[in-house]
C-alpha cells in the first residue's frame, strides 16, 4: 500500500510538472511580449526594457521556468532595490491586467467554482441515479422509453443554450428567480440559493442524463447476474436483495467516472461562470484568455491539471475501498 | 403423454432402501412454463411430474435448454417475468405455485434453497462469505449478528473449509473454485430447508473436486435428511447419486422411473441415445472412488 502510493504520488507530480513545463513553453513560444502589454500605448524602450527586468522575461526560458517553479515552493522576489517585491509561496506571479496576486485571485475565486460543482454534482447524483433506477426497474416500459428519450435528449443541449432558455423563462418571463448575484450564503441563504440554482441546474442537466443511462445498463446488467438469483433464492428482503445485491454493484462503478467529471468541475465551469456572471475560477480563465493574462491563465490550467490528477488518483483509491477484488500490491 | 402417468397413481415400487420414497416432500404434477418472447408463447417445461421424497434424491438429466433449469426456476417460483405456469407443485404438502411474494420468500431459503453451476459469479463478490450466509439465516430465523456470525462459521466447518472463523471474513475470490461451491451449500443448508434443488453444482468444477462435492452433498445429506433434486446433463453422476431419475428433451418428460430402470432399461429412443453417448457409466463411477 505504501509502495502504491509512493508510486502514485510520484507519477502525480510528473504529471504536473510536465503540464507546467508545456504550459509555460507555449506562453513563451506563443504569446505576445506581456511587456509591450503592459506598458501601453505611450510606451519607450527603456521602460519596456525595466518592465522585462523586473518580471524576469529576459532571462533564457529555462531560467524563467525555474524561477516559476521555485516561486511556486518558496516564493520568489520581483525586481530589485526599492523596486523589490516579495511573492510569497505559493508564487503564481500578479495578474498583468490588475496587478493582484494571482494566488489570491485563486483564493477568492475557488469558493464560488467549489459552490457550483458540489451543487451540481448533488443534483445531477440524486436525479441521474433516481432516474436510471427507476427506468432499470420498469425496463421496457412507457416510463422507461420516454426518460431514457428525455435523457438522450437533455444529455446534448448545449450549456449556454440551457443557461439563456432558463434565464430568459425563468428570470424574465416568469419571473420566479432573481437574476444571479453574487451574494454570500451568510448574508442572504435565500437570495444566495436563488441564485445558484440555475448554474446548478444548467450544469447538472448533461450530466444527470448521462448518469441516469449508465445507471440504468449498470442495474439491468447487475439484475441478470448469477449472484442477483441466489439472492433472490435466499427468500432475503426486497429491500435488502436490492440494496446489497443490485444497487452496490451497479453504482460502484460510477464512483469511478463521478471522482473524473467532480475534478473536471473544480477546474472551473467556463461557459456557465461566463453566462451567469459568477466569479468563478472558470470566469476567471475566460477572462484571462480573452486579455492574454499570462500568469492568469497559467494558474488556471495548473489548478485544472492539479485537480483532474489528484482526483484521479483519489478515485482509485476510493474504489480499491469499495470493491474487494481490487488488491493493492 | 408420453406413456407416464402422474406418479401419485404409481408409487415406487423398486424404491431404494435408504431413502424415504413413500413419505412424499415434493410433488410437481403436470407442471407446464410457458415463456413470452417476441415470436409468442413459448412453452419451455411441458406437462413435467416427479416426485421427492425426504431424503430422497432425485435426478433431473438432459441436454442444455431441455426445460431442468427452468422445472427447477418454477418450483423457487424464480422464473423471468411474464413466465406462465400451470400444473401444480407442493413442498411438504403446501402449493406453490399462485402463493404470493411474501409467501414464496418464506419459503426460498427456509424451507427450498438452491445451489448453482458457477459458484464464482453466484456469490456477490462484494460482501464476505461470512455475511452472505449470516443474511440468509437471518432473513428467516433471524437472531443477532453474533448468534448469525457463530452459524456461519459452523456452517462453513460442517462443509470442510478450514479456518472457518478467519475465513468467514474473506471475500469470494479469495477461495478456490471447489471451495466456493462448497459455501454455496453451506449457505443453503443453513436454514436447514427439507428441499435442496442442486443445479448443475458440479459441471463448472474439475473432475476430483467434482467427485468430492458429490461427496459431501451425499454426506450432508445422510446427516440432515434433506431431499435434493439434482440437474445435471452428466449421467455418470446421476446413477452415482439418485435414486429417481427424470430425463427431459425440449420441454418433455421422456422417461421417469429409479436409476435402475432408467439406465438399464431405458424405455425411450433418447434416453438410450443419451446413455450410449458415454460409454461404460460403471468405469466413470470406480474412477471417482478411486480419486477419493
Known amino acids: 500500500m505504501a509502495r502504491y502510493l509512493a508510486g502514485r504520488i510520484t507519477g502525480l507530480v510528473l504529471i504536473l510538472f510536465l503540464v507546467c513545463l508545456f504550459t509555460y513553453l507555449i506562453f513563451f513560444k506563443l504569446s505576445p511580449d506581456p511587456a509591450l502589454m503592459i506598458c501601453g500605448k505611450t510606451c519607450t524602450p527603456e521602460r519596456v526594457t525595466q518592465i522585462r527586468t523586473v518580471l524576469g522575461i529576459d532571462k533564457p526560458f529555462l531560467t524563467q521556468f525555474w524561477d516559476f517553479l521555485s516561486g511556486l515552493f518558496a516564493g520568489r522576489d520581483y525586481g530589485s532595490g526599492t523596486n523589490l517585491v516579495h511573492c510569497p509561496a505559493p508564487c503564481l506571479g500578479y495578474s498583468f491586467q490588475t496587478n493582484q496576486s494571482v494566488w489570491q485571485m485563486v483564493l477568492d475565486r475557488l469558493p464560488v467554482t467549489a459552490t457550483l460543482a458540489i451543487g451540481a454534482a448533488t443534483l445531477w447524483l440524486l436525479a ?8 432499470a426497474v420498469k425496463e421496457g416500459t412507457w ?56 448554474p446548478w441546474i444548467v450544469l447538472a442537466t448533461g450530466a444527470a442524463c448521462l448518469y441516469a443511462r449508465l445507471t440504468r445498463a449498470n442495474v439491468i446488467d447487475t439484475l441478470a447476474e448469477n449472484f442477483f438469483r441466489t439472492a433472490r433464492s435466499k427468500g432475503l428482503a426486497p429491500v435488502l436483495t436490492m440494496r446489497r445485491h443490485a444497487l452496490r ?9 463521478f471522482g473524473m467529471d467532480f475534478a473536471a468541475l473544480l477546474g472551473g465551469a467556463l461557459i456557465t461562470e461566463t453566462v451567469f456572471g459568477l466569479n468563478g475560477i472558470g470566469k476567471m480563465a475566460a477572462d484571462s484568455i480573452a486579455k492574454n493574462d499570462q500568469p492568469v491563465i497559467m494558474a488556471v490550467t495548473l489548478l485544472a491539471a492539479f485537480f483532474v490528477v489528484v482526483g484521479n488518483v483519489v478515485v482509485d483509491l476510493v474504489y480499491t475501498a469499495l470493491d474487494p477484488r481490487v488488491r493493492i500490491r | 403423454m408420453r406413456g407416464q402417468g402422474p406418479m401419485s397413481e404409481d408409487p415406487m415400487s423398486a424404491a431404494a432402501s435408504g431413502p424415504d420414497v413413500t413419505s412424499e416432500l415434493l410433488v410437481v404434477e403436470n407442471l407446464t412454463v410457458t415463456l413470452p418472447t417476441t415470436r409468442g408463447p413459448v412453452a419451455v417445461v411441458k406437462d413435467v411430474s416427479f416426485t421427492v421424497g425426504r431424503n430422497e434424491t432425485v435426478g433431473i438429466v438432459g441436454e442444455s435448454g431441455s426445460g431442468k433449469s427452468m422445472t427447477s426456476l418454477a418450483i423457487m417460483g424464480l422464473l423471468p417475468r411474464g413466465a406462465l405456469t400451470t400444473g401444480s407443485v407442493r413442498l411438504d404438502g403446501v402449493e406453490l405455485l399462485g402463493l404470493g411474494d411474501r409467501e414464496m420468500r418464506r419459503i426460498r431459503g427456509a424451507q427450498a434453497s438452491m445451489i448453482f453451476q458457477d459458484p464464482l459469479s453466484s456469490l456477490n463478490p462484494y460482501y464476505t462469505v461470512g455475511l452472505q450466509i449470516e443474511e440468509m439465516y437471518r432473513a428467516h430465523l433471524g437472531g443477532s449478528r453474533k448468534e448469525a456470525r457463530k452459524v456461519a462459521v459452523e456452517a462453513l466447518e460442517r462443509v470442510g473449509i478450514p479456518e472457518p472463523e478467519r475465513r468467514t471474513g474473506h471475500y469470494p475470490h479469495q477461495f478456490s473454485g471447489g471451495q466456493r461451491q462448497r459455501i454455496m451449500i453451506a449457505m443453503a443448508l443453513v436454514c436447514s430447508p427439507g428441499l435442496l434443488i442442486a443445479d448443475e453444482p458440479t459441471t463448472a468444477l474439475d473432475v476430483t473436486v467434482q467427485a468430492q462435492i458429490l461427496r459431501l452433498l451425499a454426506d450432508l445429506q445422510r446427516q ?69
Open chain 1, 143 to 198: 416510463w422507461d422509453r420516454s426518460a431514457m428519450n428525455l435523457a438522450l435528449g437533455g444529455a446534448s443541449i448545449p450549456n449556454y443554450v440551457l443557461a439563456l432558455a432558463l434565464q430568459y423563462v425563468l428570470v424574465v418571463k416568469l419571473q420566479i428567480l432573481p437574476f444571479p448575484s453574487s451574494v454570500a450564503f451568510t448574508d442572504a441563504p435565500w437570495l444566495w440559493f436563488q441564485s445558484y440554482l440555475m
Open chain 1, 249 to 257: 454493484p451497479a453504482l460502484t462503478p460510477i464512483v469511478t467516472i
Open chain 2, 224 to 292: 440432515t435428511r434433506t431431499g435434493m433434486v439434482f440437474i445435471t446433463h452428466d449421467l455418470a453422476v446421476i446413477s452415482s447419486i439418485a435414486t429417481r431419475v427424470l430425463v427431459m428433451c425440449r420441454g418433455e418428460q421422456v422417461e421417469y422411473g429409479t436409476a435402475e430402470q432408467v439406465f438399464s432399461a431405458p424405455e425411450h429412443a433418447y434416453t438410450r441415445r443419451l446413455l450410449e453417448s458415454i460409454p461404460r457409466i460403471t468405469d466413470d463411477l470406480s474412477a471417482d472412488e478411486v480419486v477419493l
Open chain 1, 128 to 135: 441521474g441515479i433516481t432516474m436510471g433506477l427507476l427506468s
